[in-house]
């Protein structure tokens, strides 16, 4: 009976404190809830990210480990965009930002890579994963399924247009690209860009006259 009830308070005093270094974490967690709500630059959404998986290594329940891929998911998408704001307008006349284009390129990649692989619903997510492997050095056959994904997620008209135009940039049949433009063009008539490209798909097909009615058109819209 004494061996009995002294295992019983051994066993009692043991699960606390199991509980307590599954979720030694959640401090860190608390820190990079906090520092999130105001981070706007990318060393603050580092610093956010930096945390986060600080406080996912040093351990956490199932309830904050959630908590924290969710977190996780949102820095991780807001520096992705940050990022690509940048990218896809750099002037190719500003050498600076020019030299530093390939590290900026790695770090969106592995952002939007890692947000893909944490929860591939994520529409944005795959289409800017999708743009940035369209770039030169990229790989436009992953670029390809990326914005398929994004197309097949997509609930938003306006958002399936913009995938179409761009999964249309690099599709490597001209039918294919002009299916892709004709396609964005029937979900919004005044798709700008959508309108411009099939026009340069008739002239490279060798049809001049199509061309210039779908270059004008592009004309009428252009705000």
């Known amino acids: 009976m004494l061996l009995r009830s002294l295992f019983l308070t051994v066993a009692i005093a043991i699960v606390p404190l199991t509980a307590f270094a599954e979720n ?13 709500l105001t981070a ?9 990210i930096e945390l986060i998986e600080q406080a996912t290594e040093a351990g956490l329940d199932d309830e ?3 908590l924290a891929e969710g977190l996780l998911v949102s820095a991780l998408m807001q520096r992705a965009n940050v990022l690509g704001a940048a990218i896809f307008q750099a ?3 500003n050498p600076q930002l020019a030299a530093q284009l390939p590290r900026l390129i790695q770090v969106a990649l592995s952002d939007v890579q890692k947000i893909v692989e944490l929860d591939p619903t994520q529409v944005e997510a795959q289409y800017l994963l999708g743009r940035l492997l369209s770039l030169p050095g990229g790989n436009r056959e992953q670029a390809r399924e990326a914005l398929t994904a994004a197309l097949e997620l997509s609930e938003v008209d306006d958002e399936k247009a913009k995938i179409l135009t ?3 940039d690099i599709q490597d049949d001209p039918a294919d690209r002009l299916a892709d433009y004709e396609a ?13 490209h099939p026009g340069q798909v008739l002239v490279e097909s060798g049809d001049p006259e199509a061309a210039l009615t779908d270059f004008d058109a592009a004309v009428e819209n252009e705000p």
């Open 64 to 66: 904050n480990t959630q």
């Open 166 to 168: 761009s999964r249309g």
């Open 24 to 36: 030694e974490g959640a401090p860190l967690l608390d820190q990079a809830i906090e520092a999130k």
């Open 184 to 196: 964005a063009l029937e979900i919004d008539p005044t798709q700008v860009v959508a309108l411009r």
């Open 40 to 48: 706007q630059s990318l060393p603050e959404l580092g610093k956010v």
């Open 91 to 93: 002037s190719p006349t």
